[in-house]
């Protein structure tokens, strides 16, 4: 049974920081691993998707990386501002198409 | 141009009762989820469905049925409407295999 671990929990830093969430999973045997964000009281939006085949991604001052063998993702943010705080989701997708996530990071950035 | 999209946003019900949740996507995907966010923000697959299958999490109750009228809806239908059932509901689309899953905006709902 696939389980998937975030850390921190929870995570409060200054405006214009780097930042690395931390993201890891016991089953390795994933299609893919994908990144949300979660805004309160809204729906979850797609950040970033990293195949099994890749090892990272990136958009704009969001970076993913994926180490399938270790069973481990990280989701590196540049540049921190305000509008950055939300929850950040990881999600690892395995056979059945079904998505388990972890638990989640919430973050606050601080103007 | 919602993508994923769900109706009611919130759903205050009596115990007892049968609701429905609406859910349709718009993006031409063939599989559709049902997921559910507890108090605690755990976010758990409670079934996955395309034209050819229907994968039910084991932990979830009977009292919860999708239902596809066709490939763009998914509905959720709960029978007996417990208020341990008071979550947020999130509908979700991707193409099979190795593919992006987009996540509607939720449904809260809340038993009383």
């Known amino acids: 049974k696939q389980e998937v671990t975030q850390i921190p929990a929870a995570l409060s830093v200054p405006e214009g920081e780097n930042l690395v969430l931390n993201c890891s999973f016991t089953?390795?045997?994933?299609?893919?691993l994908q990144w949300f964000r979660q805004d309160p009281g809204k729906g979850l939006t797609s950040l970033l998707l990293?195949?099994?085949?890749?090892r990272e991604q990136t958009s704009g001052r969001l970076n993913a990386s994926l180490d399938k063998s270790s069973g481990r993702s990280t989701l590196y943010i540049a540049a921190s501002q305000p509008g950055d705080s939300a929850t950040y989701l990881c999600a690892v997708r395995n056979a059945g198409n079904m998505l388990t996530f972890g638990g989640g990071t919430r973050l606050m950035v601080k103007p | 141009d919602t993508a994923v999209s769900q109706t009611p946003k919130y759903l205050v019900t009596q115990m007892g009762n049968d609701k429905s949740i609406k859910c349709e996507q718009n993006?031409?995907?063939?599989?559709m989820y049902w997921y559910k966010q507890d108090s605690k923000k755990f976010l758990k697959i409670m079934f996955s469905?395309?034209?050819?299958?229907?994968?039910i999490n084991e932990t979830v109750p009977n009292r919860f049925s999708p239902k596809s009228p066709d490939k763009a809806h998914l509905n959720l239908h709960i029978n007996s409407l417990e208020l341990g059932d008071s979550a947020v509901y999130f509908c979700a689309s991707s193409r099979q295999g190795e593919a992006e899953a987009f996540f509607g905006q939720g449904t809260r709902l809340t038993v009383v």
């Open positions: 990293i195949q099994s085949s890749q």
């Open positions: 993006l031409g995907h063939d599989t």
């Open positions: 089953d390795s045997a994933i299609y893919n």
């Open positions: 469905y395309n034209n050819k299958e229907l994968i």
